[in-house]
C-alpha cells in the first residue's frame, strides 16, 4: 500500500515515462495486429479472385507456365539491352554526327604540290538516282537482298550466313546488313569484337528511325571504303575505270560491288585476277537473288572489267592516312568548329623526294637481303628536329597492306630505348665517365646477359652504351631507385621517357631498361629529337597549315599550336646523351649509319630472338628511326640494329643531307663542312639529287611575309564588311596580297619552302 500514489500527489518523471511507454507499446501492438490481419484479409481476397484464372493439367505446363518464364526472361533480356544500348547511343551524342564523316582534305606536300586526298565531299558525290540500275542490283544481291523489306537487322539472313559457315567450316558468307555496315563506317572501328558488333546493331535500329532506307544506302554507296585510298562507289569508279559511276558497264559495276567485301583483296590494280574471280561472284548472286536472268549477265563475263594500271603512281598512302587520322582530331578544336564547309587544303611537312627515297630504300633492302635475314616488312619515320614528319613509311607495300607499321605497330625497342635509361642517370648525379661494374646480376628470378653472354668488368657509361652492355642499364635503374628498390628506378626511367614523349604503356617490369617494353616508331623517333634539340621534346605532326576551300587560312602550327617545346630534360645531359651516342655511330655498334663528313648520334635495338631490329639516329638536322620485323612476329635471322636498319639509315640520311646547310648538335664535335655532300655513287653521279633549298633564314622571311599578307586581307575583309574604304589607294598595292605562282588562292604554299 505504500506503493501507491496518494490522490492528491502528482506522479514523478518516471512515473510518467512509464505510462508513456506502455501506452506506445499498446497501440504499436494493436497497430501491428490489425495491419498484420488486413494483409491477410487483402491476400485471401487477392487469392479467391486469381483463383477465377486457375489453370491446371496440360493448360498449365504447355501454356502458362512457358509464357510466364517467356515474360520473365523478356524482362530481363531487355534489361540487358538497355544495358548494351547505352554505349553504342553515346556514339550518337553529337547532333553533329553525321555531317562530321563528311571531312573531306586536298593534301599538298611542303612546297604546295598535291600529293593526295581523303575522306568523302558529299556535294561532289552522285545523287542515288544518277546511279545505274544495275549498280544498285549488283551491291544489292552481294551485300543485302532483303535491304528494304528487314529493319536495319536481316534475322534471316544473319541465321542463313551462320549455317552457311557452319557447313563450309569457316566465314564463306557475311551476315550484316547494309544498314550495320553502315553504323560500323558511320560510328565504330574494324576490331572483331562481340561489344562491337552489339553496338553495331543497337546502330543500326537507330539509323533506320532516323534515315529512310534510300538514304542509307545512298549514304554506304558514298562511305565504304573501296580500296586504293577511294572512299564511296564514285571515287572508286574514278580511281579504277576512270570514269564517273554514272557510266560504269555491267562488269564493271560487278567488279565495284565486289570490293565492299575486302577492298585491299580484291582491289583490280592489285590483284586483277581475284578482282575479276570476286566479280564474277556477284554476277552470280544477281541471278541467285532474281535480279537479272543468266542471259543478261553473260556479256559481262566473256568481257571481264579492266581496271587502269595504278602501280606506278606511288601515292605515299601511309604518309596521307597519319595526316588524315591529324586532321579528324584538330577539325574538334576550337578554330574549327564554327565552320560548316568541311572541305580543307592542307599543306603537310612532307618531303616528296625524301618520302621516295625512304620507301625505294626500304625495298630494296628486303628485296635484297630479306630471304637471308628472314624478314619481310619495315618502317621508317624522318622528322624535322620540331617533329614535323618529312617521310614515312608504314610497311613494304600500301596496296597490299594499310597497317601503318610506323605509328600502330607497338613493338620492343631492345636497346634503342637505352638512352632514355642514361639520361636519367645523368639526371641523377652521374657522368658519362662514371664507372659501373658490369658483371652478373638478377632482380628476382631475372637475370639479364650481355649480347656475347660475356662481362667487361668496370666501364664508364659511355662505354656501356656504346657496346650496347645490357647488364649496365639494369644496374643503372637498381643504383637509381636506391633504398626503395629497382621499382623506383624504374619509375624514374618511365618518368623521362614520358617527359620526351613517349605515350606507349610502357608496364613497370625488370627488364624495361634493355627495352622489352613496347613503343610504336613514331614516337621513338620524335622522341630522339630531345637530344639535338638541347633537351625540348617536340611533338610529331604532318600539318603544317590548314586553309577552307576559298584559301582563307583557319590554322597554322607555328602560330596556332598549343603544345610547345617544353624543356624535358637539362641542356647539358642532351649534350652528354649527344656526345655518348655519337660514339655509338663512330665506335660502337652503329658504324654502318656513319655519314660522310657529317656528324651523327643514334641507338641500335635487337630484341630478344631477332623479333626487331632497330636504329633511331639523329643530326643536327634530322632524326630518323628504322624498323625491321615481321607482322606475325617470327624471329629474324641474327638481324641486328647495326646491320640492315643502320644501313637504310644511313642511305636515306646521306640523300636527305644533299646540299643543304648543316646544324651542329651541342656536345659533338663540329661538321667538317657547312653543307652536305652531293653523292656521287661510282664516281657515275647517277644517285639522286637534291633539289636546292631554302636557307633557314629564308625560310621564316617567307613565312613573315605569308603572315602579314594574311593580315592584311584580313583587314581588308574588315573594312570592306563595315562599308570602309580600302586602307590602300588603288595605286598603293604595298598591303595587297599577291597570288604566288601556280596557286589562285594567294597562298605562298607553291613556294619550295624546306
Given at each position: 500500500?505504500?506503493?501507491?500514489?496518494?490522490?492528491?500527489?502528482?506522479?514523478?518523471?518516471?512515473?510518467?515515462?512509464?505510462?508513456?511507454?506502455?501506452?506506445?507499446?499498446?497501440?504499436?501492438?494493436?497497430?501491428?495486429?490489425?495491419?498484420?490481419?488486413?494483409?491477410?484479409?487483402?491476400?485471401?481476397?487477392?487469392?479467391?479472385?486469381?483463383?477465377?484464372?486457375?489453370?491446371?493439367?496440360?493448360?498449365?505446363?504447355?501454356?502458362?507456365?512457358?509464357?510466364?518464364?517467356?515474360?520473365?526472361?523478356?524482362?530481363?533480356?531487355?534489361?540487358?539491352?538497355?544495358?548494351?544500348?547505352?554505349?553504342?547511343?553515346?556514339?550518337?551524342?553529337?547532333?553533329?554526327?553525321?555531317?562530321?564523316?563528311?571531312?573531306?582534305?586536298?593534301?599538298?606536300?611542303?612546297?604546295?604540290?598535291?600529293?593526295?586526298?581523303?575522306?568523302?565531299?558529299?556535294?561532289?558525290?552522285?545523287?542515288?538516282?544518277?546511279?545505274?540500275?544495275?549498280?544498285?542490283?549488283?551491291?544489292?544481291?552481294?551485300?543485302?537482298?532483303?535491304?528494304?523489306?528487314?529493319?536495319?537487322?536481316?534475322?534471316?539472313?544473319?541465321?542463313?550466313?551462320?549455317?552457311?559457315?557452319?557447313?563450309?567450316?569457316?566465314?564463306?558468307?557475311?551476315?550484316?546488313?547494309?544498314?550495320?555496315?553502315?553504323?560500323?563506317?558511320?560510328?565504330?572501328?574494324?576490331?572483331?569484337?562481340?561489344?562491337?558488333?552489339?553496338?553495331?546493331?543497337?546502330?543500326?535500329?537507330?539509323?533506320?528511325?532516323?534515315?529512310?532506307?534510300?538514304?542509307?544506302?545512298?549514304?554506304?554507296?558514298?562511305?565504304?571504303?573501296?580500296?586504293?585510298?577511294?572512299?564511296?562507289?564514285?571515287?572508286?569508279?574514278?580511281?579504277?575505270?576512270?570514269?564517273?559511276?554514272?557510266?560504269?558497264?555491267?562488269?564493271?559495276?560487278?567488279?565495284?560491288?565486289?570490293?565492299?567485301?575486302?577492298?585491299?583483296?580484291?582491289?583490280?590494280?592489285?590483284?586483277?585476277?581475284?578482282?575479276?574471280?570476286?566479280?564474277?561472284v556477284v554476277l552470280d548472286n544477281l541471278v541467285d537473288a532474281g535480279f537479272m536472268t543468266e542471259?543478261?549477265?553473260?556479256?559481262?563475263?566473256?568481257?571481264?572489267?579492266?581496271?587502269?594500271?595504278?602501280?606506278?603512281?606511288?601515292?605515299?598512302?601511309?604518309?596521307?592516312?597519319?595526316?588524315?587520322?591529324?586532321?579528324?582530331?584538330?577539325?574538334?578544336?576550337?578554330?574549327?568548329?564554327?565552320?560548316?564547309?568541311?572541305?580543307?587544303?592542307?599543306?603537310?611537312?612532307?618531303?616528296?623526294?625524301?618520302?621516295?627515297?625512304?620507301?625505294?630504300?626500304?625495298?630494296?633492302?628486303?628485296?635484297?637481303?630479306?630471304?637471308?635475314?628472314?624478314?619481310?616488312?619495315?618502317?621508317?619515320?624522318?622528322?624535322?628536329?620540331?617533329?614535323?614528319?618529312?617521310?614515312?613509311?608504314?610497311?613494304?607495300?600500301?596496296?597490299?597492306?594499310?597497317?601503318?607499321?610506323?605509328?600502330?605497330?607497338?613493338?620492343?625497342?631492345?636497346?634503342?630505348?637505352?638512352?632514355?635509361?642514361?639520361?636519367?642517370?645523368?639526371?641523377?648525379?652521374?657522368?658519362?665517365?662514371?664507372?659501373?661494374?658490369?658483371?652478373?646480376?638478377?632482380?628476382?628470378?631475372?637475370?639479364?646477359?650481355?649480347?656475347?653472354?660475356?662481362?667487361?668488368?668496370?666501364?664508364?657509361?659511355?662505354?656501356?652504351?656504346?657496346?650496347?652492355?645490357?647488364?649496365?642499364?639494369?644496374?643503372?635503374?637498381?643504383?637509381?631507385?636506391?633504398?626503395?628498390?629497382?621499382?623506383?628506378?624504374?619509375?624514374?626511367?618511365?618518368?623521362?621517357?614520358?617527359?620526351?614523349?613517349?605515350?606507349?604503356?610502357?608496364?613497370?617490369?625488370?627488364?624495361?631498361?634493355i627495352g622489352a617494353d613496347e613503343v610504336t616508331l613514331l614516337e621513338h623517333t620524335v622522341a630522339?629529337?630531345?637530344?639535338?634539340?638541347?633537351?625540348?621534346?617536340?611533338?610529331?605532326?604532318?600539318?603544317?597549315?590548314?586553309?577552307?576551300?576559298?584559301?582563307?587560312?583557319?590554322?597554322?602550327?607555328?602560330?596556332?599550336?598549343?603544345?610547345?617545346?617544353?624543356?624535358?630534360?637539362?641542356?647539358?645531359?642532351?649534350?652528354?646523351?649527344?656526345?655518348?651516342?655519337?660514339?655509338?655511330?663512330?665506335?660502337?655498334?652503329?658504324?654502318?649509319?656513319?655519314?660522310?663528313?657529317?656528324?651523327?648520334?643514334?641507338?641500335?635495338?635487337?630484341?630478344?630472338?631477332?623479333?626487331?631490329?632497330?636504329?633511331?639516329?639523329?643530326?643536327?638536322?634530322?632524326?630518323?628511326?628504322?624498323?625491321?620485323?615481321?607482322?606475325?612476329?617470327?624471329?629474324?635471322?641474327?638481324?641486328?640494329?647495326?646491320?640492315?636498319?643502320?644501313?637504310?639509315?644511313?642511305?636515306?640520311?646521306?640523300?636527305?643531307?644533299?646540299?643543304?646547310?648543316?646544324?651542329?648538335?651541342?656536345?659533338?664535335?663540329?661538321?667538317?663542312?657547312?653543307?652536305?655532300?652531293?653523292?656521287?655513287?661510282?664516281?657515275?653521279?647517277?644517285?639522286?639529287?637534291?633539289?636546292?633549298?631554302?636557307?633557314?633564314?629564308?625560310v621564316q622571311t617567307l613565312l613573315r611575309v605569308e603572315q602579314l599578307m594574311d593580315e592584311a586581307?584580313?583587314?581588308?575583309?574588315?573594312?570592306?564588311?563595315?562599308?570602309?574604304?580600302?586602307?590602300?589607294?588603288?595605286?598603293?598595292?604595298?598591303?595587297?596580297?599577291?597570288?604566288?605562282?601556280?596557286?589562285?588562292?594567294?597562298?605562298?604554299?607553291?613556294?619550295?619552302?624546306?
Open positions: 500500500m505504500q506503493d501507491q500514489i496518494p490522490f492528491n500527489e502528482k506522479p514523478d518523471w518516471r512515473q510518467r515515462l512509464r505510462t508513456y511507454l506502455l501506452d506506445f507499446d499498446a497501440r504499436l501492438d494493436s497497430a501491428l495486429f490489425r495491419s498484420g490481419r488486413m494483409a491477410r484479409e487483402a491476400f485471401e481476397r487477392f487469392r479467391d479472385f486469381m483463383d477465377r484464372f486457375h489453370v491446371a493439367g496440360w493448360r498449365r505446363w504447355l501454356l502458362v507456365e512457358p509464357l510466364s518464364e517467356l515474360a520473365t526472361f523478356g524482362a530481363g533480356g531487355l534489361l540487358l539491352a538497355l544495358v548494351l544500348a547505352v554505349p553504342a547511343f553515346r556514339e550518337t551524342a553529337d547532333e553533329d554526327w553525321l555531317k562530321k564523316s563528311e571531312l573531306a582534305v586536298v593534301f599538298l606536300d611542303r612546297y604546295g604540290n598535291e600529293i593526295g586526298s581523303r575522306g568523302i565531299k558529299h556535294s561532289n558525290s552522285v545523287a542515288l538516282a544518277d546511279f545505274p540500275d544495275h549498280l544498285i542490283k549488283a551491291v544489292l544481291a552481294t551485300e543485302d537482298r532483303r535491304f528494304y523489306e528487314h529493319f536495319g537487322i536481316d534475322i534471316s539472313g544473319t541465321f542463313r550466313a551462320l549455317v552457311t559457315n557452319a557447313r563450309a567450316g569457316g566465314v564463306v558468307q557475311g551476315g550484316s546488313s547494309i544498314t550495320q555496315q553502315l553504323a560500323k563506317n558511320l560510328f565504330l572501328n574494324n576490331e572483331r569484337t562481340i561489344e562491337r558488333k552489339v553496338k553495331e546493331a543497337f546502330l543500326a535500329l537507330w539509323l533506320e528511325t532516323r534515315l529512310t532506307k534510300n538514304e542509307i544506302l545512298k549514304l554506304y554507296l558514298d562511305r565504304a571504303y573501296m580500296g586504293g585510298g577511294a572512299f564511296g562507289v564514285d571515287a572508286a569508279a574514278q580511281f579504277y575505270f576512270g570514269k564517273s559511276a554514272r557510266d560504269v558497264n555491267l562488269a564493271e559495276a560487278a567488279m565495284l560491288a565486289g570490293l565492299f567485301k575486302a577492298p585491299t583483296k580484291f582491289a583490280p590494280h592489285i590483284n586483277l585476277p581475284a578482282a575479276r574471280a570476286r566479280a564474277n542471259g543478261q549477265v553473260f556479256g559481262a563475263r566473256r568481257n571481264p572489267a579492266v581496271a587502269i594500271d595504278r602501280r606506278d603512281e606511288g601515292a605515299p598512302g601511309y604518309y596521307l592516312d597519319y595526316a588524315f587520322d591529324e586532321m579528324r582530331k584538330l577539325v574538334e578544336t576550337p578554330p574549327f568548329r564554327n565552320i560548316s564547309d568541311r572541305a580543307f587544303v592542307v599543306r603537310t611537312a612532307l618531303d616528296l623526294g625524301l618520302q621516295r627515297t625512304a620507301e625505294d630504300t626500304v625495298e630494296s633492302m628486303i628485296r635484297q637481303f630479306g630471304r637471308d635475314y628472314h624478314v619481310k616488312q619495315g618502317a621508317v619515320v624522318v622528322a624535322d628536329l620540331d617533329g614535323a614528319v618529312r617521310a614515312m613509311v608504314g610497311g613494304l607495300d600500301y596496296n597490299v597492306s594499310q597497317f601503318n607499321r610506323a605509328t600502330d605497330a607497338y613493338r620492343q625497342p631492345g636497346s634503342s630505348f637505352k638512352p632514355y635509361v642514361y639520361a636519367t642517370a645523368l639526371m641523377n648525379g652521374f657522368k658519362p665517365t662514371s664507372v659501373v661494374v658490369d658483371s652478373p646480376v638478377c632482380i628476382g628470378n631475372w637475370c639479364p646477359q650481355n649480347y656475347g653472354r660475356s662481362y667487361s668488368g668496370a666501364v664508364t657509361l659511355t662505354q656501356a652504351i656504346t657496346r650496347s652492355i645490357n647488364v649496365v642499364p639494369v644496374k643503372l635503374s637498381i643504383m637509381l631507385g636506391g633504398s626503395a628498390g629497382p621499382r623506383a628506378g624504374r619509375a624514374k626511367i618511365i618518368q623521362t621517357a614520358r617527359r620526351m614523349g613517349i605515350k606507349a604503356p610502357l608496364p613497370d617490369t625488370p627488364s624495361l631498361p630522339y629529337a630531345t637530344f639535338p634539340n638541347q633537351g625540348k621534346a617536340v611533338k610529331p605532326h604532318a600539318i603544317l597549315e590548314v586553309r577552307s576551300g576559298t584559301g582563307d587560312t583557319i590554322w597554322r602550327w607555328d602560330r596556332d599550336e598549343s603544345k610547345k617545346p617544353t624543356q624535358a630534360i637539362p641542356p647539358q645531359v642532351a649534350a652528354d646523351m649527344a656526345m655518348m651516342m655519337n660514339h655509338v655511330v663512330e665506335e660502337g655498334t652503329a658504324k654502318r649509319a656513319m655519314l660522310d663528313g657529317i656528324k651523327a648520334a643514334g641507338k641500335t635495338g635487337t630484341t630478344n630472338s631477332y623479333r626487331d631490329a632497330w636504329f633511331v639516329g639523329y643530326t643536327g638536322n634530322f632524326v630518323c628511326g628504322v624498323w625491321y620485323g615481321n607482322d606475325d612476329y617470327s624471329p629474324l635471322n641474327r638481324m641486328t640494329g647495326g646491320s640492315l636498319p643502320a644501313q637504310t639509315w644511313h642511305e636515306i640520311m646521306a640523300y636527305a643531307h644533299q646540299g643543304i646547310e648543316l646544324k651542329q648538335i651541342a656536345g659533338v664535335p663540329k661538321n667538317p663542312a657547312t653543307v652536305g655532300p652531293i653523292i656521287d655513287r661510282d664516281g657515275k653521279g647517277d644517285a639522286p639529287i637534291r633539289p636546292a633549298m631554302l636557307t633557314n633564314k629564308g586581307g584580313r583587314q581588308l575583309s574588315a573594312a570592306g564588311a563595315a562599308g570602309e574604304s580600302a586602307p590602300a589607294a588603288a595605286g598603293d598595292q604595298s598591303l595587297k596580297p599577291r597570288t604566288a605562282p601556280g596557286r589562285a588562292d594567294g597562298s605562298v604554299g607553291s613556294i619550295a619552302i624546306r
